[in-house]
């Protein structure tokens, strides 16, 4: 990176701190937005039409330098903690919300700021993940813990006290996400995504489906970068890095998602699929529990790729019962609309804020 770049690169990163602290918002999101992402999915969505989005990828060093102090211990982060601290200091914010509380690394409260500032943070990970990313010094300074399932509350309310953790469901874009009936053909099942996946349940059930109906695709979508080395399957098809257009044709063209899995919480391809009105096969969880139902959702056992199968072989064959669970799934959507989940979050931040300071 030469002087010049540096100097563009500063002057636009100064140039949005300004803009955050002449905003006058009083909320403040502090936002990671993972690549593998579509643009109209993931937790960031959130932060649309209620507060100033600050995102962590905000860096005015070159990527070589940032990695540097990235692999330094109590110097990750360091750049982007300066720089958040810098417009916390020069707004009016008085609400400071960390959409990715499992990973993300946020500053101390400016001692300045103590009395005024309620810090919040959501955390998306399965209780396996969250009991050891949890850590006393990650947890300092959270004043509001949220869960995105149920399932996440008893750890989350020994670690931060009962009443500063609750419950918020994770939303969808149910504009951009929605049916199109005309393009839904009968030999497609997609399902979509990588995290904590069971592959080899996938795998067997495709096997099982293939061999009774030969003209079905199955077809899995997820980022190149995160597939497993091995997932290549005679009965698989493989899409790697698809667009967001072709991805939400997908979700519009398939008659159900199988979507096997280890361990959830909210989870975007249920959502996405969900608002496209397309019923789901998937594993019995508590994770996933707050979000689907048996009207157009199917539960099976773990690791059980012969109920996953007939399953989703019983929706092929049923014509009356498939469009009844499209329709259901479609509905159940509005619950999670962006818009409710706004309002809800917002009147969360003002509860806590009366009770706290």
């Known amino acids: 990176m030469s002087i010049s770049d540096y ?144 399932c996440q509350l008893t750890l989350l309310e020994d670690t931060f006290g009962k009443e500063n953790a609750k419950f918020l469901p994770h939303g969808i874009d149910t504009e951009y996400f929605a049916p199109n009936y005309s393009h839904r053909k009968e030999n497609l099942v997609i399902s979509v995504g990588v995290h904590r996946r069971d592959f080899a349940t996938l795998k067997a059930a495709a096997d099982l489906i293939v061999a009774k109906q030969p003209d079905t695709t199955v077809m899995l979508i997820g980022p190149s970068r995160h597939l497993p080395q091995d997932i290549d399957h005679p009965s698989l098809t493989i899409v790697r890095d698809a667009s967001d257009e072709f991805l939400r044709q997908a979700y519009q063209r398939a008659f159900c998602q199988l979507l096997p899995l280890e361990e959830s919480t909210a989870n975007n391809a249920i959502l996405e699929g969900m608002a496209s009105g397309l019923p789901l096969v998937t594993t019995d969880l508590a994770g996933i529990g707050d979000y689907t139902d048996s009207t157009w959702c199917i539960s099976c056992p773990s690791r059980d790729a012969e109920a996953h199968a007939e399953a989703v072989l019983s929706i092929t064959g049923d014509g009356r019962r498939r469009a009844s669970m499209s329709e259901a799934a479609r509905q159940r959507s509005a619950e999670f609309d962006w818009w409710k989940i706004r309002e809800q979050f917002t009147q969360i931040i003002q509860d806590a804020s009366l009770r706290i300071r």
């Open 7 to 150: 100097l563009t690169r500063y002057r636009k990163v100064r140039f949005a701190q300004r803009k955050a602290i002449r905003s006058g918002n009083t909320l403040l999101f502090v936002d990671t937005k993972w690549p593998h992402h579509m643009r109209r999915s993931g937790y960031h969505l959130l932060c649309e039409g209620i507060g100033y989005q600050f995102s962590t990828e905000t860096s005015i060093l070159p990527a070589r330098v940032s990695g540097l102090l990235s692999s330094i211990p109590r110097m990750a982060d360091v750049e982007r903690k300066l720089l958040l601290r810098q417009v916390l200091m020069g707004g009016s914010f008085t609400n400071m919300h960390i959409c990715d509380g499992d990973f993300c690394r946020w500053p101390a409260k400016p001692s300045s700021m103590a009395d005024r500032l309620l810090v919040s943070a959501t955390f998306h990970q399965p209780v396996d993940v969250l009991a050891r990313s949890l850590t006393p010094d990650r947890a300092e300074g959270v004043d509001l813990a949220i869960a995105v399932a149920r």
